[in-house]
């Protein structure tokens, strides 16, 4: 996978979600860059890394492999916080904490109809068949992200989307969070959708993990900029 490098300091490791890439996804983190190194993968398919079918457990070996070698700080966004996870379960010896933002981990709460019926949605768009554009739109509103998409969907958009179409429902993934109880981990959501906060009070209650809530940008969270920031790095610290 390729990885973007910028800053100084201790390193933290930053797995995006679906449809943005690494260098997108991460861009309001840029301020932390004076304090900590930032690796932000591009998983396959986005940005700079060939594509390959979207797989939380497949990724989180090329993971864990190219990146879990030393010890780093490993924060997994969306999609990303269950290629985190996975990742974080290989290698605890190297993880010095964990945070997940809103990774939708639905396994771990299912039963409540409002998240069975959130996760089935979900799992439709990755056997979707029609244009990118209209997949893109039905992913935004799905998961809860307030993008306005203009006639002109730029490539990037359409790119990303592209490696939804296919991918491994992430109602299929069952993190195992009793092997994460040993690692420092903070769980954040936006404020916005019950699902995401049942399932991060879910981690926070099975492995002991701090609970942060950044409102305002929806599932977006990266994209608040300074409260996030201000949250993860006083978690980093500690």
Known sequence: MYV????????????????LGGRECWRAQRPLTQRWTLLA??????????????????????????????PVHL?????????????????????RSLTVVEPPATALVKGNPVVDEWAARIRGLTS??????????????????????????????????????????????????????????LAVSGGHKEPYELICDAIAEATGAQRAVCPGAGHLVPDTGEPFNRVLEDFLTR
């Open 4 to 19: 973007h490098q910028w800053g100084e300091g201790p390193e933290v490791v930053l797995v995006h979600g679906a449809v």
């Open 41 to 70: 993968v591009d998983r396959p398919g986005h940005g700079r890394t060939p594509a390959a079918r979207q797989d939380f457990e497949t990724e989180s070996v090329q993971l864990a492999d190219q990146l879990l070698d030393r």
């Open 75 to 95: 924060v997994g966004y969306s999609y990303g916080g269950l290629v985190a996870m996975y990742a974080a379960v290989r290698r605890p010896e190297n993880v």
């Open 128 to 185: 979707a068949d029609g244009p990118l554009e209209t997949v893109l739109r039905e992913f935004l509103d799905v998961v809860g992200a307030p993008v306005d998409v203009t006639d002109l969907v730029h490539p990037t958009l359409l790119q990303g989307t592209g490696q939804l179409i296919g991918a491994r429902p992430p109602d299929e993934a069952v993190p195992d969070l009793a092997a994460l109880r040993g690692i420092p981990l």
